[in-house]
T-cell receptor, first 112, second 115 residues
Framework: RKEVEQDPGPFNVPEGATVAFNCTYS??????FFWYRQDCRKEPKLLMS???SGNEDGRFTAQLNRASQYISLLIRDSKLSDSATYLC?????????????FGKGTKLSVKP | NAGVTQTPKFQVLKTGQSMTLQCAQD?????MYWYRQDPGMGLRLIYY???????DKGEVPNGYNVSRLNKREFSLRLESAAPSQTSVYFC??????????????FGSGTQLSVL
C-alpha cells in the first residue's frame, strides 16, 4: 500500500536550519490533508491542517499541490525541540472518519 | 483535563490468550478510533466508532472486536492473541463532524507483545 508516501529520513540538521518535507498521495480524490508530529515513544499530535491556499503557523508552513498530488511542510529556524517524526495524513473522502491514511513518517533530528 | 486515557500501558500475552484494551475520553467527542502502529508501517485503523452505538471496520480488523460502551468508552478486544498482533496500539477520539473531523486526540499507547 503506497497511498501516502514520505521520505523516512532521518533528516539531520543543525539548529537554525530550514528543512522541508514532502509527502505524496496517490488518490486524486483525497479531500483533506494534515501534518501530525510524533515524539519518540509518544502518541501523535496534530501539528497543522493543510489548506489549498497554504497556511503558516509561526515557523511552520504547510502547502498543498493538488496538481502534483503532494503536500509539504517547511520548518524555519529549527529548534532542538523540533526533533520528532512528522506524519503526513490524508483523508480520502470528505466527512468520513474511516478513510484517514497515515504516512510512515519522516524523522527529523535537530543537532546543536 | 485527562484527554484520552488508555490502559494498560504495557502487556505481554501468550499466543491464544485474550485481553481487552480500555480507552476513555473526557472531551465529549463523538468519534473514537483504534489504531495499531508497527515499525516501518504507518498507523493503521483497526476499528472506529463514528458515534455512540455504531462501530465500523477499518483497514485491519481481523482478530479484533470492539465495543462502544457509551460516549466516553471504546474498548478493543483480542479474543485469541497471535504474534502478528504484537504492536503499539493507540486509541484516539475526535469531534467527528465538520472541520474537527480529522483532529484526532490520541491516548499514550499500549505496547503489546504476544509470545
Amino acid at each position: 500500500r503506497k497511498e501516502v508516501e514520505q521520505d523516512p529520513g532521518p533528516f539531520n540538521v543543525p539548529e537554525g536550519a530550514t528543512v522541508a518535507f514532502n509527502c505524496t498521495y496517490s488518490n486524486s480524490a483525497s479531500q483533506s490533508f494534515f501534518w501530525y508530529r510524533q515524539d519518540c515513544r509518544k502518541e501523535p499530535k496534530l501539528l497543522m491542517s493543510v489548506y489549498s491556499s497554504g497556511n503558516e503557523d509561526g515557523r511552520f508552513t504547510a502547502q498543498l499541490n493538488r496538481a502534483s498530488q503532494y503536500i509539504s511542510l517547511l520548518i524555519r529556524d529549527s529548534k532542538l525541540s523540533d526533533s520528532a517524526t512528522y506524519l503526513c495524513v490524508v483523508n480520502l473522502s470528505w466527512g468520513s472518519q474511516g478513510n484517514l491514511i497515515f504516512g510512515k513518517g519522516t524523522k527529523l533530528s535537530v543537532k546543536p | 483535563n485527562a484527554g484520552v486515557t488508555q490502559t494498560p500501558k504495557f502487556q505481554v500475552l501468550k499466543t491464544g490468550q485474550s485481553m481487552t484494551l480500555q480507552c476513555a475520553q473526557d472531551m465529549n467527542h463523538n468519534s473514537m478510533y483504534w489504531y495499531r502502529q508497527d515499525p516501518g508501517m504507518g498507523l493503521r485503523l483497526i476499528y472506529y466508532s463514528a458515534s455512540e452505538g455504531t462501530t465500523d471496520k477499518g483497514e485491519v480488523p481481523n482478530g479484533y472486536n470492539v465495543s462502544r460502551l457509551n460516549k466516553r468508552e471504546f474498548s478493543l478486544r483480542l479474543e485469541s492473541a497471535a504474534p502478528s498482533q504484537t504492536s503499539v496500539y493507540f486509541c484516539a477520539s475526535s469531534e467527528g463532524s465538520g472541520t474537527q473531523l480529522e483532529k484526532l486526540f490520541f491516548g499514550s499507547g499500549t505496547q503489546l507483545s504476544v509470545l
